[in-house]
């Protein structure tokens, strides 16, 4: 659940607290041994990246609270459910049922906590802190221990939170509370990273298997504060660099020593410049004011290695303040550009020669014309098609005979899945759980996911994959994203999170319409005719299909290129039956009938998934070729001719998300000359529904 975060106006009070100094010295044992025994008041935070890495500190952490007459609460977020960690708890503190059901052990979900009504109040989860204290305290208990992760936290509201953080980080320092807060580290940027430890006393962080304390730099001087800023970003693999007021580096990680060459011991103490080359020397200076008056500032700066070879990068520099809130020296990370453009440029270069040979040998004039009608018309015969585009009959069944022998396009029929029952729909993109495609393959993971009559559509390079799921309820989606998740675990990497778009709230359109691309592909002077999408009213019953309806419709899904008589033959069904048949589930939107291109064949280089916080309007960048929009959120698949072409709409986006104050979208890219496997099946999902016997 996604909840608005909202602030009060109120000031928290803490005059509950029990402000007993010689009790708040006694020292507690923390149950974590990097940490050790701990005071009460203590406030520290924990970066994790796995599953794992949560139960490694708050399992033995919550065992000691309990074994010390504690009250603890545990509140929990994605990637640990209430019940999973109730089962961890069980396995490491024996008899730890009686805790529970004695009181002094709770764990709920963040959703009956920070989002209690739907919202986030600062005022109401501070005073409801504090209410525990004195229930705890009242019942005979030492006092409280509590975690809470903050998985559910969405970024736009990243800085009320950190407010929070602040006030819980001044409210119990006089109160007997030990809290552990929880951060994704693969969620957090360099300057959420720096916020969530200027809000703690001490940080864990694991590097290199290890468990590190990283102490706040609030109590340390300004040089020490920049440093300790910076070697938490070590984990980071773009090159960070802080320096102080005067442009001297005084951190320089592993990212640096890689992306310049320079080892921290040949950078530290020299000024910022000596990483510019020698034309722009004082391009940093001159950045100076702009970044002390915005607060951060993100720029394209060139750079020189230690052996004299320039390059391109992203920089993004923000200033750092103490705790008085006086500037103290800037910290800027910067991404290496050089391997996306030379990228660029062979791609650029293929494309032209893909571009030469396309006109000189694969398509003529005619042939391009009848490719995009094909793909724009689908459902036209081909005299149709012939009075559609101006082309004779005979050259439009010669044109269409040769494309389809070839390959250049496959024919697929898509259900309606919401007019068959269907109520969800779930998208799941990311990295795979094992780099080689190999031992990938020796565990079954491509397969078992592929096999799966839920996933409808499924494509995947040796490190990335995309699916979508298709599911009559939320149970048989769970049961596979289950199976993920078990796979994600075994590595000690986080699962993707799965997007969830329930058919009744949400918009389909375009679903692979290749033919806007292939007339801006092929150059044609065509002017567009708008499409509709008709989807059931809302309260409509839907009537039910006929054995006989699902028959055929299962057969038309699975084998879309035969012709009535072919499918009347493997039914067993009349052919008078099976055209009128197809006839009415094409009219009642039970079925559409797509032509999808081969985009190897025509020297596309890149599909992109595309999640948005917003619904991409298509009247500033090029339509989607499938885009499904929910709500809040909106989910496109676009195809580019280069990466250039991906670059100037990612800018776009990037305006129409300042334009809206939105998070910026998030891209997952799949070089299609690097797609290993790819799956497109709607029949199999068919005949589940349908419980259907058939033997073809």
Same mark, same amino acid.
């Given at each position: ?430 990295? !795979?759980?094992?780099? &080689?495609?190999?031992?990938? =393959?020796? +565990?079954?993971?491509? /397969? %078992? ?5 839920? *996933? ?77 999408? !008709?989807?059931?009213? &809302?309260?409509?019953?839907? =009537?039910? +299909?006929?054995?006989? /309806? %699902? ?5 038309? *899904? ?93 800018? %776009? ?44």
């Amino acid at each position: 659940m996604k909840g608005k975060i909202t602030k009060d106006k109120g000031n928290a009070t803490t005059t509950e607290c029990r402000k007993v100094e010689e009790v708040l010295r006694e020292t507690r044992k923390s149950g974590i041994n990097i940490i050790g025994n701990v005071l009460w008041g203590t406030h520290l935070c924990q970066f994790y990246r796995t599953k794992k890495d949560l139960i490694d500190i708050l399992v033995p952490y919550f065992k000691a609270g309990l074994e010390n007459n504690e009250f603890c609460m545990w509140v929990t977020s994605d990637p640990i459910s209430e019940e999973e960690a109730k089962e961890v708890m069980k396995k490491a503190v024996p008899n730890f049922n009686k805790y529970l059901k004695g009181g002094q052990m709770k764990i709920i979900p963040h959703t009956k906590w920070y989002l209690k009504g739907g919202s986030f109040n600062l005022l109401r989860v501070l005073n409801a802190w504090t209410n525990k204290l004195n229930q705890a305290l009242a019942k005979g208990y030492d006092g409280i221990r509590i975690t809470g992760n903050t998985a559910w936290l969405e970024k736009r509201d990243w800085r009320n939170f950190t407010d929070y953080e602040e006030e819980v980080n001044k409210a119990i320092g006089k109160c007997r509370m030990i809290v552990i807060c929880t951060y994704c580290l693969d969620k957090c940027g360099a300057s959420e990273i720096i916020d969530v430890v200027d809000n703690h006393q001490f940080a864990l962080i694991r590097r290199e298997g290890k468990w590190e304390v990283i102490k706040s730099g609030k109590s340390e001087k300004a040089e020490e504060q920049i440093h300790y800023q910076a070697s938490l970003l070590k984990n980071v693999n773009d090159s960070i660099i802080s320096v102080d007021m005067n442009g001297t580096i005084v951190y320089w990680n592993k990212g640096s020593e890689k992306m310049f060459g320079q080892k921290a011991e040949e950078a530290l103490g020299k000024h910022i410049s000596f990483i510019y080359p020698q034309k722009f020397k004082d391009l940093a200076s001159k950045k100076i004011k702009e970044i002390l008056q915005k607060g951060t500032l993100s720029y394209e700066a060139p750079g020189i290695r230690k052996d004299g070879t320039l390059f391109l990068r992203n920089v993004s520099v923000s200033v750092l303040k103490d705790d008085k809130g006086q500037s103290i020296g800037f910290i800027g990370i910067s991404t290496d550009l050089s391997q996306i453009k030379k990228l660029e440029k062979a791609k650029k270069v293929l494309t032209e020669k893909v571009a030469k040979l396309t006109k000189k040998i694969p398509l003529t004039q005619n042939e391009r014309l009848v490719f995009y009608g094909l793909v724009k018309y689908p459902l036209l015969n081909d005299l149709q098609l012939s009075e559609k585009i101006g082309v004779k009959r005979s050259t439009v069944t010669a044109i269409k005979n040769k494309l389809k022998k070839q390959g250049f396009y496959s024919t697929y029929i898509v259900p309606n899945f919401e007019l068959l029952g269907c109520e969800l729909m779930c998208i799941l993109a990311g990295k !795979t759980p094992v780099e &080689k495609n190999e031992e990938r =393959r020796k +565990l079954g993971i491509i /397969e %078992k996911v592929m096999n799966s009559p839920e *996933v409808v559509f499924d494509i995947g390079t040796d490190n990335d994959f995309l699916s979508l799921i298709i599911s009559k309820n939320f149970v048989e989606v769970k049961k596979l994203l289950d199976f993920v998740s078990a796979i994600y675990d075994k590595h000690n990497m986080n699962a993707p999170n799965p997007l969830y778009f329930p058919f009744a709230t949400t918009k389909v359109m375009n679903f692979l319409n290749f033919s806007t691309l292939l007339k801006d592909l092929f150059d044609l002077d065509i002017k567009e005719e708008s499409e509709k999408h !008709t989807k059931p009213a &809302k309260g409509k019953l839907i =009537r039910m +299909l006929t054995v006989n /309806e %699902k028959i055929i419709l299962y057969a038309l *899904v699975k084998y879309p290129d035969l012709n009535d008589t072919e499918i009347a033959r493997i039914t067993k069904i009349s052919r008078q039956t099976v055209s009128q048949t197809k006839k009415s589930l094409l009219k009642e939107n039970f079925l559409n009938v797509t032509n999808i291109p081969d985009m190897k064949r025509l020297g596309l280089e890149l599909l992109v998934l595309c999640h948005s916080k917003f619904n991409i309007d298509s009247e500033y960048i090029n339509p989607p070729l499938w885009m499904v929009a929910g709500e809040r959120e909106s989910l496109s698949i676009f195809i580019f001719k280069n990466y250039t072409e991906y670059r100037t709409m990612h800018n %776009k986006l990037n305006e129409i998300k300042e334009k809206l104050s939105m998070p910026e979208s998030v891209m997952s890219l799949f070089p299609i000359e690097q797609i290993k496997f790819q799956k497109m099946d709607f029949a199999s999902i068919i005949k589940k529904i349908f419980d259907l016997k058939t033997s073809f």
